[in-house]
């Protein structure tokens, strides 16, 4: 019994450390900006600010944004991109009223 508490003690401890660790440690994301110019799968993308309403979707202000390119782009890539853009939100629980940047595609074609 003495035993599991002190492998419990340590593993709570490491965990307390790498939670530490990771709130001290600046982020080592591209800043948004640069993303921009970045080549997604023969497209570029610019970043649009969105402010969500009730009943938004990812996928469906994508869709409206992209009106002529969206479908030539993979949900995935849409995801990834997304998720890029904005870190901490999880995608399946848009908050209406809040502000969220999203990929306006480009064509690669000139």
Do not use: H
Request: aromatic share 12%.
């Amino acid at each position: 019994m003495k035993f599991l508490k002190q492998i419990s003690l340590i593993i709570i401890f490491a965990l307390l450390c790498m939670s530490i660790y990771k709130d001290i440690n600046p982020r080592q994301n591209k800043s948004i900006e640069s993303v921009s110019s970045e080549t997604k799968d023969n497209y570029l993308y610019e970043i649009i600010e969105y402010t969500v309403r009730s009943g938004d979707t990812v996928l469906s202000i994508v869709e409206d944004i992209n009106n002529e390119n969206i479908n030539t782009i993979e949900i995935n890539n849409i995801i990834k991109d997304f998720k890029y853009l904005n870190p901490d939100t999880n995608i399946y629980g848009l908050i209406p009223n809040n502000t969220y940047y999203f990929p306006k595609y480009k064509s690669n074609e000139r």
